[in-house]
């Protein structure tokens, strides 16, 4: 290898190893972009594209096995990291994979009906939030439902997307939120996607182990007063819960807004009587705003420490620079 080929690849591994020093900051970046404009209409989302492009791939592709299913999650897992590289910008990865501020703007539209007595309106709103079968739900049901999904989604549409992003850059970021649509789609306990579905189950469960327990710890440093109740939630209730990893968000936001979560959830072919959450009384409307708060000033906390960490690392490079 000649001088020059040696100072061009030596060049090229700074500029990579500049830009992921920036990847925490972009990421924070981004947290703030989507809580400033929230998420583009669905006709031009690249999330939505993505979500039409996997349901062509499925229907070419779907057999009930678990080899075709693999294959589905490694095709979409690619796509969104392909779309990632394509992008170039962390920032504008990590705005297109957080939906903070949707989820904030529908739980509150749902709480709004609840508080105006429309049954009606709040069920008819719940499935852009939650799978279950809105039909025959209370306002106290669907009240726990929406605090549920608040704290289920802060970990799928906040924290994840953007501990990925601040790890692996714009790929880490569209990547991530391949998996979770993917998830989305696919990951059902039904007799179409037991076994098709399970490669995309497992994968959303293993990009989302730490991120949720990143956001139970969130919580509690944004509650400090509730640290030591969220802490015997997580370790005495969330066990309980079918999702190692939702159980983990639900038991720190039940036991942060000192709420009881659990109980039967019907499906549109089954029904699961989860365990208790929390010790407190049933979430009512008036907790849905806390709901929200919570979540929005987790994903504040998560901006800060970022944005905070970044500029840490920025200024030892450049004091070690100068000596």
Partial sequence: ????????????????????????????????????????????HPVAWFGRLMTL????????????GITHAILGTAIGMAGGIALRSTVAATALAVAGRSLGETALEIGTALNLGDLAAARSMLPAMVGRDPSGLTAPEICRAVVESVAENTVDAVVAPVFWAACCGAPGALGYRA???????????????????WASARLDDVANY????????????????????????????????????AGIAEAAFAAAL????????????????????????LPAAADIPRAVGLSGEVSLLLATLLAAASARTMACQSTGKRT
């Fill in 179 to 197: 998996i979770n649509t993917l998830d989305s789609m696919v990951g059902h306990r039904s007799a179409r996607y037991q076994r098709y579905g």
């Fill in 57 to 68: 791939a499925e229907r070419a592709e779907y057999r009930d096995s678990h080899r075709a």
């Fill in 210 to 245: 730490l991120p949720a327990r990143l956001t139970a710890v969130l919580v509690a440093a944004v509650r400090p007063h509730r640290a030591a109740a969220i802490w015997r939630a997580i370790r005495d209730q969330a066990p309980a819960h079918p999702s190692p990893n």
């Fill in 258 to 281: 000192a709420v009881r979560l659990g109980g039967t959830n019907r499906y549109d072919d089954r029904v699961e009587n989860r365990a208790a959450l929390g010790a407190g009384a």
């Fill in 1 to 44: 290898m000649t001088q020059a080929a040696r100072r061009c690849r030596l060049s090229g591994r700074r500029t990579a190893y500049s830009e992921s020093v920036t990847w925490p900051a972009q990421a924070a970046a981004g947290i703030l972009l989507d809580r400033m404009l929230g998420e583009p209409p669905a006709a031009i």
